[in-house]
């Protein structure tokens, strides 16, 4: 189901093998549009690709990299003729409490989930503003808008792609570059498949809503702001989280 119009549009995903990635690459193939997936895992990225049909291709791509970036957005280039989206999604989210956490796992989760996307926007824009402008997507989380036990390299990470979300909005709004963040609540992925949640009404009690989100939920968001439909966002953050950010049920106010 198209849930906008990308027509036209040629976008990267990384860390889009699988998971939410793989959800948004199959949003923009939905929605007209051609799709260069990126990530680690090439076996998965392939397959991923090669279930889109030809609007997508795949590309290894370690976010971490400078040279993979360059690599990446030349293949992009190469095979589409041109770059509009950009979707920062590519993560990894490992946690301890904040006693036990190694400086070492921290600046890993930071090198991956922040730098990663630092060095990502930064190669994007020249790419972008000689297009006319276009539409950057950074995967923050809800951890990204509040204070998320066992997640300080995490949390910390997804706390700056917020920030880092903004400058660029500010930024690149003169190059009419929009650059938005996401914030995905609980979603079943292969990334939270190990915590044990499980899909289905009142599985969920940590969201007002009751259950843990669809991939294809947070990547409706990602092709809205991919879209000309959100010409005038830039700068915003989309909590797509059941309403966990949003406050408190009465269930967990009282404890009852
Ligand atoms: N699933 C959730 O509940 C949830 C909630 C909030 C935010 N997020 C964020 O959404 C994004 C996608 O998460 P997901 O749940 O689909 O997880 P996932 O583990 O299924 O997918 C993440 C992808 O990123 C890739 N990746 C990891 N390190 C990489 C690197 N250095 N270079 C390139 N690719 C790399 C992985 O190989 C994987 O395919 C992440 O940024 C995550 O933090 C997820």
């Given at each position: ?6 027509s036209?549009k ?7 093998a699988?998971?939410?990635?793989a ?14 997936i ?5 076996a998965?990225?392939a397959?991923?690709?090669a279930e889109?049909?030809?609007?997508a ?6 976010v971490t990299?400078e ?5 990446a957005?030349e293949?992009?280039?190469?095979e589409?003729?041109r770059?509009?989206g950009?979707?920062n ?5 490992t ?11 921290f600046?890993?989760?930071?090198e ?11 190669a ?29 390299g ?17 930024e ?6 929009r650059?938005?963040s996401v914030?995905?609540g ?15 009404e ?6 007002p809503?009751?259950?843990?989100g ?9 092709a809205f ?9 830039t ?22």
């Open positions: 189901m198209a849930v906008v119009d990308l036209g040629v976008v990267v995903i990384t860390g889009g699988r998971g939410l990635g959800a948004a690459a199959r949003a923009v193939v939905d929605g007209g549009g051609q799709v260069l990126t990530d680690v895992l090439e998965e990225g397959g991923t690709a889109l049909g030809g609007a291709r795949f590309i290894r791509h370690d990299s040279a993979d970036w360059q690599a957005l293949y992009a280039v190469a589409f003729g770059v509009d950009l979707v999604n590519a993560g990894i989210a946690g301890q409490f904040l006693e036990h956490e190694s400086v070492e796992h600046r890993r989760v930071v991956v989930n922040l730098v990663g996307v630092f060095i990502g926007l930064k994007a824009i020249p790419l972008l503003r000689a297009g006319g402008g276009g539409s950057v997507v950074n995967i923050s989380s809800a951890a990204g808008l509040t204070g998320l036990a066992l997640t300080a995490y949390g910390a990470s997804k706390w700056g792609v917020r920030g880092l979300s903004k400058i660029g909005a500010v690149l709004a003169e190059a009419r570059i650059v938005n914030h995905p609980m979603t079943l992925t292969p990334m939270t498949a190990p915590i044990g949640i499980q899909a289905g009142g599985n969920y009690p940590g969201a809503l009751g259950r843990v669809a991939p294809e939920e947070i990547a409706a968001a990602v702001l991919l879209s000309d439909a959100a010409s005038y966002m700068g915003a953050e989309l909590a797509v989280d059941g309403g966990w950010t949003a406050g408190l049920t009465v269930k967990h106010l009282t404890g009852q």
